[in-house]
């Protein structure tokens, strides 16, 4: 998520197929790409990115496609202040229709025009911080951090699936400790067939 023009689909592409197109035009509505992702405990996920227009005209239909999301990266453009002050507010509008746990990461992209930020990193990790996010400068074009960003938040995204797995397990185990008449049923065993995503 984030205002249009900050790079949102620059660092997709930059992601899924290591290119850069400087003269990209603004999605329209929503587009999605998937991959087959490797975190840092091993685990394999299957992963829909969802790249999402920014102008206010295409608010609504994006909603639609960010219900249930587990996570969120929130772009903003280090050369121009106004997509850095909205963040809150996309934040917010995910927040309301998003996993309850979702996760944030704020990402400054375009860390190549360097000589012409209007956003202090300092500023921006601080907001972070208040906001509970983890923070990192991107560049699609120079392809500097933009594998990390992703991967921060495929890693955290199975981190807070793994607590809901353990928490779960452990209700389950209590249940049957506690009530012997009662079977629970265990959904987390991860014994499930991968299926194509695209």
């Known amino acids: 998520m984030g205002d249009t023009g900050v790079g949102k689909s620059s660092l997709v592409t930059r992601y899924i197929k290591n290119t850069f197109n400087e003269g990209m035009i603004p999605t329209i509505g929503v587009e999605f790409a998937c991959k087959i992702v490797e975190t840092k405990d091993k685990s394999k996920l299957k992963v829909q990115i969802f790249d999402t227009a ?24 280090i050369t121009n202040f106004n997509t850095f002050e909205v963040c809150k507010q996309f934040k917010d509008q995910i927040k309301q229709i998003a996993e309850p ?9 375009k860390s190549d025009l360097n000589d012409d930020r209007k956003v202090d990193a300092n500023e921006a990790k601080n907001f972070a911080l208040e906001n509970e ?20 938040l495929f890693d955290r995204v199975a981190e807070e699936n793994k607590k809901k797995v353990n928490y779960e397990n452990n209700k389950n185990d209590f249940i049957k400790i506690e009530d012997k008449n009662e079977t629970s049923k265990n959904f987390f065993s991860g014994n499930t067939k991968e299926e194509s995503c695209c």
């Open 101 to 109: 746990d979702c996760t944030f990461i704020l990402v400054g992209n």
């Open 54 to 77: 920014g102008q206010e005209k295409y608010r609504s239909i994006v909603s639609n496609y960010c219900r249930k999301a587990l996570g969120c990266l929130l772009v903003y453009d």
């Open 133 to 152: 996010m983890y923070f990192i400068e991107t560049s699609a074009k120079n392809n500097e951090k933009v594998h990390e960003a992703f991967q921060a």
